[in-house]
């Protein structure tokens, strides 16, 4: 009788522990991975925006860039009588592989402001860039990427080579608005200044987001801190706002103003401006 009970017992805790096992729902948890389509006028060499969105220009691309800037009152714009600095820089951005795109720049000052004797130094100086995301948006953690910037000496009177390397961080959201974060620090090795500041550092916060329904055009705003270039003076605060717009497949175009916050003399400028136009090839 007791045998009888005990394998009773067993079969119905066996009979129960199967029942509670086909109820059982299994959670199965998923990464959902966000890429950007959207790639700012704004790599390493800089063209527009002071902000380095996280997104490589596409693999088999190659944007031809011309822009324009406009500043005044800051260093170097305000050598000799000059108040104002124009600089006209062409750029090649190549999407060379996957996640990786490489680019090419000369800034050229124009104007009284590349014209002075023995106070141009820098002038048509090349700058090499490489910007390298390591990966795509995670649900909400951000796109990252590691960005490197080479100049090189070969403008006017140059010397000694400057490297920057730079984190960005971009993450876009369901409404279209992305939002940005870099960190960066320079090493600068020109004689230009006696008093040069080898080690510079910075951040920039920004946002851009769509205009319109279809995204074309973008607003894009950004703030910008970074170390002066000479030792004991203080950093730059930069406030910048503008636009770009894609006008199709081939052609885009970028704006922005900006503002300084300190007015720091001879590092920071009082206002400024710059309009990019691109033209993508693809391959």
């Known amino acids: 009788m007791k045998q009888m009970l005990s394998c009773t017992f067993v079969l119905a805790l066996a009979v129960s522990a199967a029942a509670q096992e086909k109820e059982k729902t299994t959670v199965k948890t998923t990464t959902t991975t966000v890429e950007s389509g959207v790639d700012l006028l704004s790599s390493m060499n800089g063209e527009t925006f002071n902000m380095v969105d996280a997104t490589p220009l596409e693999t088999h691309a190659v944007d031809l860039r011309f822009a324009f800037r406009w500043e005044t009152e800051n260093e170097p714009a305000n050598r000799g009588d000059s108040n104002d600095d124009f600089v006209i820089q062409p750029t ?50 951000p796109a990252l990427a590691l960005g490197s910037s080479l100049r090189t000496p070969t403008g006017d009177n140059s010397n000694g080579v400057d490297w920057e390397l730079r984190l960005a961080l971009t993450n876009e959201y369901d409404s279209g608005i992305r939002s940005h974060l870099n960190f960066f620090g320079i090493t600068a090795n020109h004689d230009n200044y006696e008093d040069l500041r080898h080690f510079q550092y910075g951040a920039v ?79």
């Open 92 to 141: 090649i951005v190549w999407g060379c592989c996957p996640n990786v795109e490489v680019s090419v720049s000369t800034p050229v000052w124009v104007g009284d402001s590349g014209e002075i004797p023995g106070q141009d130094e820098g002038n048509a100086d090349t700058y090499f860039g490489l910007l390298w995301k390591l990966t795509d948006q995670q649900d909400y953690w």
């Open 205 to 283: 916060v920004g946002m851009d987001g769509p205009l319109c329904n279809d995204g074309a055009v973008r607003w894009v705003f950004d703030y910008m801190y970074r170390m002066g270039a000479r030792e004991g003076g203080g950093g730059k605060n930069i406030a910048e706002a503008g636009w770009q717009w894609q006008i199709d497949d081939s052609n885009k175009l970028g704006m922005s103003v900006q503002v300084g916050l300190d007015h720091a003399e001879d590092e920071t400028a009082n206002m400024g401006a710059a309009l990019t136009y691109a033209y993508t090839l693809k391959y």
